[in-house]
């Protein structure tokens, strides 16, 4: 195992904002998006969300590391963000399941970071000015030089980012939740009747963590890279179709929203996620737009006509504009931090999706009831 380094490195905003710090991960230049998350835990799964693509990811928590990485903490088969932001970086990870150093696996991915950084400023300059591009480099130090190269990368909106990440070939998925971890105490406590119902997952950037909680329903899930047609999907007779997480501009995945749009048609069971919820809004005709720096964290509280406020796990930069919203949508969540639309629902079809992310990993299991809601429009559609 490799100690943290203590060779310098840079971090520029598209602002001119310079720190200076030390590298962790990988050697290198890299530009994205940087934006912030405020996690207190799962920086593994974070790292390996493919909703991060493109993006450089400061993490507010003040010491990553500690636990390590191991195998089964990720998300999709790689780390995913372009770089990595930190204040301090633990260099002997401690936890029964560590496998690999937070920096050895960085580095193995060829993923540079940075450490050392104030990101307590630095995250407030981000909510201030709004989230933009930057750049990491243990090679240009001179921020002048580095900024050049910031100013000439492409900004998020705009991006269509999924070809990078969805699968090439279907899969089917039917690894539920490990036993060790289920929380649910209906899954975890006896051998529930398993419905057997046949979802069809169309993959914007799928979490591992969606296709576990859809398993542990007992769905057999088929997943499909995002340019499979209606007419291919419908042929797998789908008791529902799921939606998924995804990076960059949902308004940019055309074809994912076309898609959406003649699949509703079928009037099956919709459950959309993140980048699933914009998709569905879309086809269903509303508008996104780009939220100033977005909503990156474990304890965001969604909730309106509910008794209970949601916490929950979010990784966001985009919303769907509520004014654009046809008659026939409901909105039912709110993000109750800057009342964003949070969830919706069609009023008479069985469409539904949030914003939020509801298999967690990392993150609170308030959410988890929507994957069951799921499980019952598949059933009702079935006795229809
Ligand atoms: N987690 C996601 O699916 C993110 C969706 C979209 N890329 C956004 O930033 O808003």
New binding site residues.
Partial sequence: MSLVSAQSALLVLADGTTYRGWSFGASGTVIGEVVFNTGMTGYQEVLT?P??LGQIVTFTYPELGNTGVNPEDEESQRPQVRGAIARNICARPSNWRSTQSLSDYLKHHHIPGIYGIDTRALTRKIRTVGAMNGAISTEILDPAELRSRVEQAPS?AGLN?VKEVTTQTMYEWSEPTDRVWEFSPSLASSEAAKPGYTVVAID??I?RNILRRLASYGCRVIVVPANTSAEEILKYNPDGIFL???????AAVTEGVTTTRELLKANKPVFG??????ILGLSLGAE?F??KF?HRGLNQPAGLKQRQVEITS??????INPESLSDGVEITHLNLNDQTVAGLKHKSLPFFSV?Y?PEASPGPHDADYLFEQFIQQMEQAKRL
Avoid: E, R, V, W
């Avoid at 998924?244 to 949902?250: C, E, H, I, T």
């Avoid at 996620?273 to 914009?278: A, R, T, V």
């Fill in positions: 969300d909703s991060y998020m980012l914007f950037g979490k998924s997480n995804g990076p960059g501009d949902p996620i993140c980048m699933g919820h914009q996104t780009k939220l977005g979010q990784n966001h930069g985009f919303a914003q992310h």
